[in-house]
């Protein structure tokens, strides 16, 4: 086990994921020109874009008229201003402008606080650059670098193209097409994470995520037959409730997330609402109001095909919290962000900073944002009355964050103080030492140095990705002199600042492990940007050949090619040396170091990919061959509720490492399949047809015979349901996994409501260990706990199984000791019960097979201790996985894939007693020696899809949680 289980299953707590596109290229056709979005598109609350991304959204209210002007210039590569390029700023709502022809744009009646803009011309795109407002802020200056373009096919399930399709890219950029005679293809496109949506009449809407660079890219959705579905919002009285905003959302199936900015829909005087074509699966109905609290309906299952009535969403009545804000010396301040998010939780499990009461389990409910009047004065209405918290966000700096208990409804005379002052300052200059205009600085947490109450939490141990949502990242844009303040920080707080050019298309260089780390008060840090390199070369066979399709990453910076006799080029990317990844349908996954120079273009040369292992054989049905079924097979396949497919998302290749390492396919028309490009290892394969079933999970070892003349069996699908609960009590925002216990590389993920209950729509019958997961996903050391139970999912059948997450109250610190050598990265489980094991592989399916009980996982670096919290008394075993201290950081991950066969394991028995509160064991390990991997660290799993007589299926949904489970690899 390596960070790739806690990465992972932060992956589904944040819903966040990627993948490269799986789509062939459609035929040419004739391109259709975008359409502006109508006005009923722009809502009266939306999510904020632009400060910290999709991750941490803010829902907004309308910004107030300002008195700031917001001035800036688009220009072109030669510095020459553009003419009628489109400039869209993040203002509530949206705004846009066409330039001038001088390439000058201004925006006026705006309020101070950070805005991101973008620009869109004929000669390319500028932006996103996120700018912080202020009386005193210099014009932007926006510089167009090379464009995207996305082609998007829509088709039915019976793979004919649909006439007359919306769809719609959304992002940092949103924009709206109607096929006609051919795909809908969107030009120019700013690179970045988008979510592409699209429906027609009678069809439901479909979603996916994808990742678009510089270049073409390429999509496929599929639209489904949907069936109306209808209710009420009501209130407590039963009363209906009008122009309530309703929205669903996929219990299940995590690709059914409706914005709710896009899709919502506004219920009538007399609280009804109506949805004209929903398909099959389990959703969950969210209603917002402005003077309601937020509300859910209970879990709802369809069926596609029959319109379902009597859905009501009852809205408790919302508190209102009403203040003010004043500076230090209690003087009101004007045009003040004021944001109320979820309260601060204790410090772990249930309720605390890993509990679905702390921050993690309140990432998914999105603060509320509003701005003081002229006299200091505001008011946030349609709060959930439980206990909150409030901070105050100004251009002179903000306010501490202040616990509102709105639990008994509403809270008058909140006085929030700007008393947090502190300020970061400096320049960005380039290696000559000239200053750098337009450069985006930010500052992220300083891990391991002091923390304090600033700005998202940042610094040392004290990281708090609930105040990172609350507060939002602290940022600024360079001036014409390269100077930059960033303001309200904490005193003596540490951060790591970094700095990009505006040019940039990938990401900044190492996120935060680079830059600068600075303490608050400093006044002259010194960044230095150089400008941006880039990277070509050719991916081929041996023989010279090369693949139709692969995917060329470094780091967050990824983007597919299909044809061009394997070339490829990749720009934006700062200088240094990276792990270049190479991955595809049909070859084994490899990597090359890279060296990226200032101004230049690296040259890889011809980067050599081999066929690898094949497996292949007939998915069949009651003894018939089953054509256009799609098979998964992988090191890991990561699915959701319903289907196998990994849940996209807007992290780039995170998921990619993850879910990514799964090739698929489609069978022919006598039910034949074939993949390859595989390693060695253990590998899972599923194979499964929505309208027919799921197969078993098979595991495949390296050695095991017969592997291209396989036969996998669909099964009708078996749906699993249930509740959570801690102390007879339903939790939510909890992720529920469920594995074959023969097979723990087989994962599916989902997420249980607000009222603790949870469905798998479609698991293939099988014994599954299913696992509620508990813990902090972005902190590996403090690692994640699992509170599992062992069931028997029938064919055909609904079960049920409840799961309790009862915490203990004991501390265990482990204690690595090395018998010679030095440990590097390690991967340490705590499993009740007894376990022995020998290696990776085989310790990773002793835990899947363990059934019922408590597990806990954490990692630790360079052979540090590791800390079990909260952990209740009984016998357990502790099992350690030791790496090479050459592995370190993310190539932990790929190394341990790649030698889990090998290797060791080193367990021991533990008994936790009732007291004392802390207690402490050691497990004596011995350090394998360090196996040079020509692959290089960056090399992980394999994927892509495969060759088969269908063609690839369209890549997954909307973000989801692609998460993986106790028992993984």
Not at 478 to 489: M, Y
Not at 689 to 695: I, T
Not at 770 to 776: I, Y
Not at 811 to 828: F, H, N
């Amino acid at each position: 086990m390596s960070r790739r289980l806690v990465i992972a299953v932060g992956i589904a707590v944040v819903v966040a994921g990627a993948w490269w596109l799986r789509g062939r290229p459609g035929a040419p056709a004739a391109s259709e020109v975008p359409a502006p979005l109508a006005p009923e598109a722009v809502r009266q609350v939306r999510p904020a874009r632009g400060e910290l991304g999709e991750l941490t959204r803010v829902m907004i209210d309308d910004d107030p008229r300002g008195t700031l002007r917001l001035e800036g210039q688009v220009i072109d590569a030669e510095d020459h201003g553009v003419g009628g390029a489109t400039v869209m700023i993040t203002a509530n709502p949206p705004r846009s402008i066409t330039t001038e022809a001088d390439g000058s744009f201004a925006f006026d009646g705006l309020v101070p606080r950070p805005y991101t803009l973008i620009a869109r011309a004929r000669q390319g795109v500028a932006g996103p650059i996120t700018a912080r407002l202020t009386e005193k802020s210099e014009p932007v200056v926006l510089r167009l670098r090379p464009a995207g373009k996305l082609t998007v096919t829509v088709a039915g399930g019976d793979g004919k193209a649909i006439r007359g399709a919306t769809v719609e890219l959304r992002g940092v950029d949103v924009q709206r097409a109607v096929t006609q005679t051919g795909p809908a293809v969107f030009s120019p496109v700013v690179p970045g994470g988008y979510q592409i949506a699209a429906w027609a009449d009678g069809k439901a809407h479909a979603f996916q995520r994808i990742q678009i660079g510089t270049g073409d890219a390429q999509a496929r959705l599929v639209l489904s037959a949907g069936a109306p579905v209808a209710g009420r919002v009501v209130d407590d009285r039963g009363a209906g409730i009008a122009d309530a905003r309703v929205r669903y959302s996929g219990a299940s199936d995590w690709t059914q997330q409706a914005s709710e900015r896009y899709d919502a829909v506004v219920s009538a005087a007399d609280g009804s609402f109506r949805f004209e074509a929903l398909p099959a699966g389990s959703f969950r109905f969210q209603a917002s109001h402005p003077e309601r609290a937020p509300g859910s309906s209970a879990l709802i299952t369809l069926d596609g095909k029959t319109p379902r009535d009597g859905v009501v969403i009852a809205l408790e009545v919302g508190a209102v919290v009403k203040g003010k804000v004043v500076d230090g010396q209690r003087r009101p301040v004007a045009a003040a962000r004021v944001r109320i998010g979820g309260g601060s939780g204790g410090p772990g499990g249930v309720g605390g900073r890993g509990g679905p009461g702390g921050p993690r389990g309140r990432m998914f409910e999105p603060p509320r944002q509003s701005f003081s009047d002229g006299d200091g004065a505001f008011e946030i209405r349609g709060l959930p009355r439980r206990p909150l918290s409030a901070v105050a966000l100004h251009d002179t700096g903000a306010s501490q964050t202040v616990p509102v208990d709105a639990s008994h409804g509403d809270v008058t005379n909140l006085v929030l103080v700007l008393d947090v002052t502190g300020a970061i300052s400096g320049a960005v200059v380039d290696p000559e030492g000239q200053p750098v205009e337009g450069a985006q600085v930010s500052a992220g947490p300083s891990f391991g140095g002091r923390g304090g109450p600033g700005p998202a939490g940042f610094g040392g141990g004290g990281f708090d990705p609930s105040q990172w949502q609350l507060r939002g990242r602290p940022e600024d844009v360079t001036d014409a002199a390269g100077k930059f303040t960033l303001t309200g920080l904490a005193a003596g707080a540490q951060y790591r600042l970094t700095a990009a050019p505006a040019s940039r298309t990938g990401p900044r260089r190492g996120g935060f492990r680079d830059g600068a780390v600075a303490t608050t008060g400093d006044s002259n840090v010194r960044l230095v940007v150089q400008p941006d390199g880039a990277v070509k070369g050719r991916v081929a066979f041996g023989d010279g050949s090369a693949p139709d399709m692969f995917t060329i990453s470094v780091e967050q910076n990824q983007q597919s090619f299909l044809g061009g006799g394997g070339a490829f080029a990749l720009d934006g990317i700062a200088p240094g040396t990276y792990q270049l990844a190479v991955r595809g349908p049909s070859f084994q996954n490899t990597a090359v170091e890279v060296e990226i120079t200032s101004s230049r273009t690296a040259d890889a040369g011809t980067i050599t990919v081999v066929k690898g292992r094949s497996i292949g054989g007939v998915v069949v049905a009651d003894g018939q061959p089953v054509p256009d079924a799609t098979v998964y097979a992988g090191r890991m396949i990561l699915g959701n509720g319903s289907t196998s497919a990994a849940p996209g998302g807007a992290s780039g290749p995170l998921a990619a490492q993850f879910g990514g390492g799964t090739k698929t396919t489609t069978t022919d028309a006598a039910g034949a399949f074939s993949l390859s490009g595989f390693g060695d290892g253990d590998l899972a394969i599923v194979a499964e047809h929505p309208a027919v079933g799921r197969s078993r999970a098979l595991r495949l070892p390296t050695v095991m015979p017969g592997q291209t003349e396989l036969t996998l069996t669909l099964e009708k699908y078996g749906s699993l349901a249930g509740t959570l609960r801690q102390g007879n009590q339903p939790i939510g925002g909890i992720a529920v996994t469920c594995q074959a216990v023969a097979t723990p590389g087989a994962i599916y993920t989902v997420l249980a409501g607000s009222d603790g209950a949870y469905r798998f729509d479609q698991l293939a019958p099988d014994t599954y260990k299913v696992s509620a997961t508990v813990g902090n996903p972005r902190n590996p050391r403090a690692g994640l706990k699992f509170y599992s139970r062992q069931i028997d999912v029938p064919i055909g059948q609904q079960v049920t199984v409840d799961l309790a997450v009862d915490p203990g109250t004991v501390t265990l610190d482990v204690a690595i000791v090395p018998r010679s050598g030095s440990v590097g990265v390690a991967s340490t489980w705590l499993a009740s019960g007894a376990i022995t094991a020998s290696t990776e592989t085989e310790l990773l399916l002793k835990l899947a097979a363990s059934g019922q009980g408590t597990s806990a996982r954490s990692a630790s670096g360079s052979g540090g201790p590791v800390t079990f919290t909260e952990v209740a008394t009984g016998d357990y075993t502790v099992c350690v996985t030791p790496l090479p201290a050459e592995v370190r950081g993310a190539g932990a991950r790929g190394y341990l894939e790649r030698h889990a066969d090998t290797l060791a394991v080193f367990c021991k028995p533990v008994t936790v007693a009732p007291s004392p509160d802390t207690q402490s064991t050691q497990v004596p390990v011995v350090v394998p020696a360090y196996i040079p991997d020509p692959a290089g660290s960056g090399s992980g799993g394999t994927g892509g899809s495969g060759t088969g007589g269908g063609g690839p299926r369209p890549g997954p949904g909307s973000g989801g949680p692609g998460s993986v489970g106790p028992g993984s690899p």
